[in-house]
T-cell receptor, first 113, second 113 residues
Framework: GQQLNQSPQSMFIQEGEDVSMNCTSS?????WLWYKQDPGEGPVLLIA?????ELTSNGRLTAQFGITRKDSFLNISASIPSDVGIYFC?????????????FGKGITLSVRP | GAGVSQSPRYKVTKRGQDVALRCDPI?????LYWYRQALGQGPEFLTY????????KSGLPNDRFSAERPEGSISTLTIQRTEQRDSAMYRC???????????FGPGTRLLVL
């Protein structure tokens, strides 16, 4: 099935560093979401974006909805050890009333103390 | 608890057997979703319900997969005549209404031998 493009698959950063993750699609989405998944748990919503160009922050997290509606990025500032996990982007289609989400493959983030 | 719950958390079955996976959504949530997540991948949409009505089943891989939500609350995903390729994490999510935040359960890890 279709998935959004996230790369690289893994990222390794030092505690205190900033990190940015990108997500792209060949299709237009009218909602972009960023989820974090911890081991043994389901994905948890971090940030939701509803409008092209929108820039939204949630604490140390900032995410933007791309102008073309085909991409989004997530930035984590001043990383801490509990930021470790898998970060998924997800999009909701622009067409109709379909509320299903399409996910990327995820980026595994490791933070070195 | 207040979150989405799923049972069983782990299921090991022999090829050819039928399995039934249960999802108990957050109380009052109208919309319920089933996703499948393979190792190293993001969740992939299977089907979703508003109340008891199945709105979209386009993600179900084949006719061995079916889902129901007869009273608009608990849902069951059934896989008949399981095959090894069905092995994956099966996640359920619910939202207050369609297009609102989806809250994910911990998943059922299915292993078909």
């Amino acid at each position: 099935g279709q998935q959004l493009n996230q790369s690289p698959q893994s990222m390794f950063i030092q505690e205190g560093e900033d990190v940015s993750m990108n997500c792209t699609s060949s299709s237009i989405f009218n909602t972009w979401l960023w989820y974090k998944q911890d081991p043994g748990e389901g994905p948890v919503l971090l940030i939701a974006l509803y409008k092209a160009g929108e820039l939204t922050s949630n604490g140390r997290l900032t995410a933007q909805f791309g102008i073309t509606r085909k991409d989004s990025f997530l930035n984590i500032s001043a990383s801490i050890p509990s930021d470790v996990g898998i970060y998924f982007c997800a999009g909701r289609s622009a067409t109709g009333a379909n509320s299903k989400l399409t996910f990327g493959k995820g980026i595994t983030l490791s933070v070195r103390p | 608890g207040a979150g989405v719950s799923q049972s069983p958390r782990y299921k090991v079955t022999k090829r050819g057997q039928d399995v039934a996976l249960r999802c108990d959504p957050i109380s009052g949530h109208v919309s319920l979703y089933w996703y499948r997540q393979a190792l190293g991948q993001g969740p992939e949409f299977l089907t979703y319900f508003n109340y008891e009505a199945q709105q979209d089943k386009s993600g179900l891989p084949n006719d061995r997969f079916s889902a129901e939500r007869p009273e608009g609350s608990i849902s069951t995903l059934t896989i008949q005549r399981t095959e090894q390729r069905d092995s994956a994490m099966y996640r359920c999510a619910s939202s207050f209404t369609a297009r609102e935040t989806q809250y994910f359960g911990p998943g059922t890890r299915l292993l078909v031998l």
